[in-house]
């Protein structure tokens, strides 16, 4: 079975070989960036808060080459950057919170689609990245909340109306995973904090004891 599963791998990498999301061009298997783009990057995460003040960390601001990654990542199927991605996602990670803090987390999981967008898209590039941060991390990844209502796209409103759109639109599905537990929330990236901060809302009205979030990108300003 394990034979046969790293022949799959090896011939997905022939067919869709490793690329640096930031400039497209093919990279070797264990990077995670030419050295080009790595040049490029932030020497230091940031720690931006979700609505509610859960803290969210996060290695690259929504500018440049780091935009058109996630743009690339997000709608035109260029899934192959997620465990690229999920490295520099959980180096803020490991960057922003505390080892006490990294070491008690139990899970990882992240902010579902409408099942009706997902279909269009074909995934869900938060669920992608969570995975890939779950298993950097050697923790299980849980699907525990859904899309339970379509809203207007976030990025469509102005920022005073997004707390109002998420409203509601998310539900915990699985009350005895989340119960007692210590949740870190994976999204592609953060605007006003409105979404993570209302899906780590129901995540503690079903019992989680804490939630911390982490993303690719911050659009706003680091406190
Ligand atoms: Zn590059």
Same mark, same amino acid.
């Given at each position: 079975?394990?034979?046969?599963?790293?022949?799959?791998?090896?011939?997905?990498?022939?067919?869709?070989?490793?690329?640096?999301?930031?400039?497209?061009?093919?990279?070797?298997?264990?990077?995670?960036?030419?050295?080009?783009?790595?040049?490029?990057?932030?020497?230091?995460?940031?720690?931006?808060?979700?609505?509610?003040?859960y803290?969210?960390?996060?290695?690259l601001?929504?500018t440049?080459?780091?935009?058109d990654?996630?743009?690339?990542?997000?709608?035109?199927h260029?899934?192959?950057?997620?465990?690229?991605?999920?490295?520099?996602? $959980?180096?803020?990670?490991?960057? /922003?919170?505390?080892?006490? %803090?990294?070491? !008690?987390? =139990? #899970?990882? &999981?992240?902010?579902?689609?409408?099942? $009706?967008?997902?279909?269009?898209? /074909?995934?869900?590039?938060? %669920?992608?990245l !969570?995975? =890939? #941060?779950? &298993?950097?991390?050697?923790?299980?990844?849980?699907?525990?909340?859904?899309?339970?209502k379509?809203?207007?796209?976030?990025?469509?409103?102005?920022?005073s109306?997004?707390p109002?759109?998420?409203?509601?639109?998310?539900?915990?599905?699985?009350?005895e995973?989340?119960?007692?537990?210590?949740?870190?929330?994976?999204?592609?990236?953060?605007?006003?904090?409105?979404?993570?901060?209302?899906?780590?809302?129901?995540?503690?009205?079903?019992?989680?004891?804490?939630?911390?979030?982490?993303?690719?990108?911050?659009v706003?300003?680091a406190?």
């Open positions: 079975m394990d034979k046969n599963n790293s022949f799959k791998e090896k011939m997905l990498k022939l067919i869709y070989p490793n690329r640096c999301p930031f400039c497209d061009k093919v990279i070797p298997n264990q990077e995670y960036a030419c050295n080009k783009c790595k040049a490029l990057l932030p020497q230091y995460s940031v720690t931006v808060y979700a609505n509610g003040g803290p969210c960390a996060a290695p601001r929504y440049g080459c780091f935009a990654a996630v743009k690339r990542f997000k709608f035109n260029h899934t192959g950057y997620s465990p690229n991605l999920a490295v520099l996602t $959980v180096g803020a990670v490991l960057e /922003r919170f505390s080892a006490e %803090e990294i070491a !008690a987390l =139990d #899970c990882v &999981a992240c902010v579902p689609m409408h099942p $009706v967008d997902q279909r269009k898209r /074909r995934y869900n590039q938060a %669920e992608l !969570a995975k =890939d #941060c779950a &298993a950097l991390m050697e923790l299980p990844y849980e699907a525990l909340l859904e899309k339970h379509r809203n207007q796209v976030q990025h469509t409103l102005a920022r109306e997004r109002q759109n998420v409203r509601g639109v998310y539900r915990c599905v699985n009350k995973a989340v119960r007692g537990k210590r949740v870190l929330l994976i999204d592609d990236i953060i605007t006003t904090g409105a979404t993570l901060g209302e899906c780590a809302r129901m995540l503690k009205k079903a019992g989680c004891k804490s939630v911390s979030c982490a993303v690719v990108c911050t706003g300003e406190l």
